[in-house]
């Protein structure tokens, strides 16, 4: 099963990238997570085996040109089904006991051109992945729309589109929603985090109208004090019933073979 968060920037899509995994990881699952987020934090959402941090794979231009055959090729062509295998050791590292974290991290400054083959990088590191070895996938991606524009997502079975109270954040979820369909992905589903308390819950839904919310985590002031404390956030008590639900929602829409 591979999972994308979507939304707007700023809603928490790493928290809950970084929270989703790990309940998956409690759960007995092997957990791949994916930072597809040019700000690549999802590290610091995750607890991490080693004290080593990794150079996300769009800082090594070495590796990307390599992959996608950038620079080889003739007329700016590249490779499309890149062969990713032996990259991976030099982007893996190890959260929780033995699952893995791959760093992509995509970014550039003004006027460097444009993803193409970092897109196609990223396509064939969740089109390669091999079910038994893995049961779930977690992918955090960047703020707004591109993965989802550019069709990198399509190799994904569910999006969450992340929602906090307000109108902006529920407009970019029917946006999400829309071109997650136009890609052929069937299951997209809100996910609403920071409200706090019933009326910011019932405002969202009704803005949602007939779209039900698949979550609640509402606002834990535990969640921002790890963040200024630079640490991953435990998982707050309140949370786990909902996590729990959730993991359950996507595992029964979306059946993990090899899971438990």
């Known amino acids: ?42 590290a610091s959402a995750l607890p991490l085996d080693e004290d080593r941090r990794v150079t996300p794979l769009a800082a090594r231009a070495d590796l990307v040109d390599a992959l996608s055959g950038r620079g080889g090729l ?14 991976l050791p030099e982007i893996r590292q190890s959260w929780g006991g033995g699952h893995a974290l791959l760093t992509l991290g995509w970014h550039k400054g003004g006027g460097q051109g444009c993803y193409c083959a970092e897109n196609a990088v990223l396509k064939r590191v969740l089109s390669s992945v091999i079910p038994g070895a893995t049961d779930a996938v977690v992918v955090d991606s960047e703020a707004g729309l591109e993965h989802l524009s550019r069709g990198t ?14 109108s902006r ?42 779209w039900p919310i698949l979550a609640r ?35 029964c829409l979306c059946p993990m073979k090899g899971a438990p």
Not at 6 to 17: D, E, F, I, S
Not at 170 to 194: K, S
């Open 153 to 166: 997502a399509a190799a994904v079975d569910a999006v969450l589109a992340v929602v906090q109270p307000g």
């Open 74 to 87: 003739p007329g700016g062509m590249m490779l499309l089904n890149p062969d990713i295998g032996a990259i």
């Open 217 to 251: 985590l509402p606002w834990d002031d535990s969640i921002r004090r790890a963040d200024l404390d630079g640490r991953p956030p435990d998982i707050p008590e309140s949370f786990r019933p909902a996590l729990r639900r959730l993991v359950l929602s996507l595992a």
């Open 169 to 210: 954040s529920v407009e970019t979820a029917f946006a999400i929603r829309g071109l997650a369909r136009d890609l052929g992905i069937r299951h997209v589903f809100p996910v609403l985090v920071g409200d706090r308390g019933d009326a910011d819950l019932e405002a969202v839904q009704a803005a949602l109208g007939d």
């Open 1 to 42: 099963m591979k999972i994308a968060m979507a939304g707007k920037g700023g809603v928490g899509k790493t928290t809950l990238a970084g929270l989703l995994a790990r309940t998956l990881a409690e759960e007995g699952y092997r957990v791949l997570a994916i930072d597809a987020d040019p700000d690549a934090n999802l």
